[in-house]
């Protein structure tokens, strides 16, 4: 009985501390970027010790990961419409605005760096590409089904479709990802997709 009521206490302070060094790793990300986190500075900003950041993360990348994971985990789902083809669009614009922050692009730069099968890479595509993924899933069933788009597509290349250009961008560096990008990329697919995108709500422009 003595151990469960120590368990019991425990619980809540490691809880406290996960939370503590998560925000201390997002803040840092988005002051510093990816060479401000390290663990000496978690540990200092967390106001925890360095062997607690250890028991739960590998090093500095792995919590600087699990942090922008948390920190996107609610900001991709979109609140369902009466146009799911503008619902897409709304969600294509919240992925490129997270790596838009200095933090998206801390992470970018990160994973770019590492090898397609590190624990890294393998928490970004399973938790935030594939997440991203079966979120635009959905909405492209409800364009399905709302007739907004031909019953017919392959829902596979189609999300590889509107989603490569964004990582492509991201990755490359090579242009801007803004919500006229994002906007301009949804409307090229829309045209091989069968459908236009309503009037009065097409790619802004700068």
Do not use: C
């Not at 009521?5 to 490691?14: C, E, I, L, T, V």
């Not at 992925?95 to 090898?115: D, K, N």
């Not at 031909?150 to 989603?163: A, H, P, Q």
């Not at 906007?183 to 069968?194: C, F, I, N, T, Y």
């Amino acid at each position: 009985m003595g151990v469960e009521k120590s368990r019991s206490r425990g619980r809540p302070r490691d809880e406290r501390a996960r939370e503590s060094v998560l925000r201390a790793a997002k803040e840092l990300l988005e002051e510093y970027g990816l060479g401000g986190v390290t663990i000496e500075a978690i540990a200092a900003k967390a106001g925890v010790s360095k062997p607690t950041i250890y028991r739960s993360w590998k090093n500095s990348y792995a919590v600087a990961m699990a942090a922008f994971l948390e920190l996107t985990e609610a900001q991709l789902p979109v609140k369902a419409t009466g146009s799911a083809v503008a619902d897409l669009r709304k969600h294509l614009r919240k992925v490129a605005e997270v790596f838009a922050t200095r933090t998206g692009r801390s992470v970018a730069a990160m994973i770019a760096a590492s090898q397609s099968e590190t624990e890294l890479a393998k928490a970004f595509r399973n938790h935030f590409i594939l997440a991203s993924r079966e979120e635009g899933r959905k909405i492209l069933q409800r364009a399905v089904d709302q007739h907004e788009l031909r019953s017919d597509i392959d829902f596979d290349v189609t999300l590889d479709l509107i989603y490569a250009p964004l990582y492509f961008r991201l990755l490359v560096g090579h242009g801007e990802l803004s919500n006229a990008f994002t906007d301009s990329v949804l409307e090229h697919a829309l045209v091989g997709l069968g459908v236009r995108p309503p009037k009065g709500d097409g790619p802004r422009r700068r």
